[in-house]
């Protein structure tokens, strides 16, 4: 593993002052933080670690990485294969830029990386929701069969995207069902729509069968889809912090574009106002 040093007492001192608990030192387009008040990451070589926490943010993915014998690291990183929490990475300075190489043979597999990095852990960078008038961010997912569903093969169609907290649950249920109660009416609009949540296929599949629904059912495990759209967020039950898909629901329009966002859902109601919306644009088009 190569060095990870600090910068001068004085440039330390001052970076602590205006950064706080985490200061920050950029190189090109890549920004390390070494997560220590008053120190600023300076790497001379090679940095090795393991991926602890991962978050999409646009064109870009912020990385938090362990590193023995070190505070952990952040790093923002563009472009590139994008390693999976519990994948072993190396950090390699090049003039300019921060390349982040995964090594396989030496990731802690994903049971290990569940019991390190706890979700809490995990999803410490909060990713921007996206708003009417972005392109939709990439969404390729297994859906209740296990077949791939792509966005962007949808170009052409209006698609309903609405992400759920999990299966089975009361709220989400009666989201799931008033959904299908208008899946014609969708259909005749020419719309696709898509229910979103984490569990495996198999889950998707069970609750689809319980419940008669007559649409597709997407498995975001690694909730990386729930964070490019800026809905894998903080919780709170008794008290206690925990990470988890919030309710929400996006209208993507045929070129691929949001339309409509509902940020936070109430459940009752919420497909018929979806289907409002979407025939009040598909109108004005």
């Known amino acids: 593993m190569g060095a990870v040093g600090a910068v001068g007492a004085a440039g330390a001192a001052d970076a602590g002052a205006a950064a706080g608990a985490g200061a920050s030192l950029s190189v090109g387009e890549v920004t390390v933080v070494l997560r220590a008040a008053g120190l600023v990451a300076a790497a001379d070589g090679p940095i090795r670690g393991h991926v602890s926490s991962r978050r999409f943010g646009g064109d870009h993915v912020l990385y938090m990485v362990d590193v023995p014998g070190a505070p952990p690291l952040q790093v923002e990183a563009r472009g590139g294969e994008w390693p999976a929490v519990g ?90 069902c008033e959904f299908r109660d208008r899946s014609a009416a969708f259909h005749e609009l020419g719309a696709v729509v898509w229910g979103i949540s984490v569990l495996d296929s198999a889950s998707k599949a069970g609750f689809k069968l319980k419940h008669a629904l007559d649409y597709p059912l997407l498995a975001d495990e690694d909730h990386a889809v729930a964070e490019r759209f800026g809905v894998w967020v903080e919780k709170h039950n008794d008290g206690k912090p925990s990470m988890g898909i919030g309710r929400a629901t996006f209208l993507v329009d045929p070129e691929g574009h949001v339309a409509r966002v509902w940020p936070k859902v109430s459940v009752d109601g919420h497909a018929a106002e979806v289907l409002t919306a979407l025939r009040a644009a598909a109108a004005g088009r």
Request: aromatic content about 6%; overall charge negative.
């Open 87 to 176: 994948q072993s990475v190396t950090l390699q300075t090049l003039p300019g830029s921060i390349h982040v190489i995964r090594d396989p043979v030496e990731d802690v597999g994903p049971r290990e990386a569940a019991r390190r990095y706890p979700l809490g852990m995990r999803d410490t960078v909060p990713s921007a929701m996206p708003v009417v008038g972005d392109p939709a961010p990439a969404l390729v997912l297994p859906d209740d069969t296990g077949t791939l569903q792509d966005l962007a093969e949808q170009r052409g169609r209006w698609v309903v995207l609405f992400f759920y907290p999990k299966d089975f649950t009361p709220g989400c249920t009666t989201e799931a």
